[in-house]
């Protein structure tokens, strides 16, 4: 159980990123975090496992108290929390095997993966992985020769290397395309539900955050001003949290898109259904 306890951020600056946010995830749920520019969002996921330093409050994770830990503790807490970044965070010149046996390094230590001596299951995991995610046979080609969505599926599979009890999600779309975001967004929280791990997911984009978020948590001005389903975000909720602008449009095009999903997954069922009833 992830636990948020009034947890605040201000910079050197005197800028207040975050002003007592408090929210428990019990359950191995999606939730998005949407808000406008500034409103803390990235703040907020990186408080979390303290990649930014929070100036009050308490981050619980299973009952530890990560604002307490020393820097080994710290180390070891983080094997614990996948985080998957906006800017894929790959390194660019290893090939995409190598990138997701990095998430290892945590466990098997860094001489044995510099040497990339690392056990067969931890090689068998990370090609199962790539079958998963869509990218079996990539697995000699290096980073920097991927797209943007093959990249952002490689940080997936690496963050899952992990075996991580909490997921940590920063703008995994905010640099592709439309159909490559949803299909992203989509693959997230097929994975999280399959392997039972809540997510966190910083976004910007509400029509995919209330297409396939389990819960929403709108912030503004480092404040929590919404909490609840995607059906409970209505054009005055989107109001409180970005300010007065036309949402009908927003709104509908959100319901045209789940409708679309509704369609598609119930045409996949009836797809399955004929293969199986031909086969048997």
Known sequence: MLEIIGLSKVYPTGTVALKEVSFTVADPQVVAIIGPSGAGKSTLIRC?????????????????????????????????????????????????????????LGYVGFWKTYRRKFPPQDVAAAFKLLDRVGLSGYQDTRADALS???????????????????????????????????????????????????????????????????????????????????????????????????????????EEDNDQDTQKGDSRHKDRITRETAAG
């Open 148 to 254: 943007g969505g093959e990249r952002q599926r490689v940080g997936i599979s690496r963050a899952l290397m992990q075996q991580p009890d909490l997921l940590l999600v920063d703008e995994p779309t905010a640099s592709l395309d439309p159909k490559t975001s949803r299909q992203i967004m989509r693959l997230v929280v097929e994975l999280a539900h399959e392997r039972g791990t809540p997510a966190l997911v910083n976004i910007h984009d509400v029509g995919l955050a209330q297409s396939f978020a389990d819960r929403i948590i709108g912030l503004s001005a480092g404040q929590i001003v919404f909490d609840g389903t995607s059906q409970q975000v209505t054009a005055e909720v989107l109001t409180e949290i970005y300010g007065e602008e036309d949402w009908s449009t927003t709104i509908r095009k959100i």
């Open 48 to 104: 979390i496992n303290r990649l930014v330093e929070p100036s009050a409050g308490k981050v619980m994770l299973d009952g530890i108290e990560v604002r307490s830990l020393n820097r080994r503790e710290l180390r070891k807490m983080r094997r614990r929390m996948g985080m998957i970044f906006q800017e894929y965070n790959l390194v660019e010149r290893l090939t995409v095997m190598e990138n997701l046996l990095s998430g290892r």
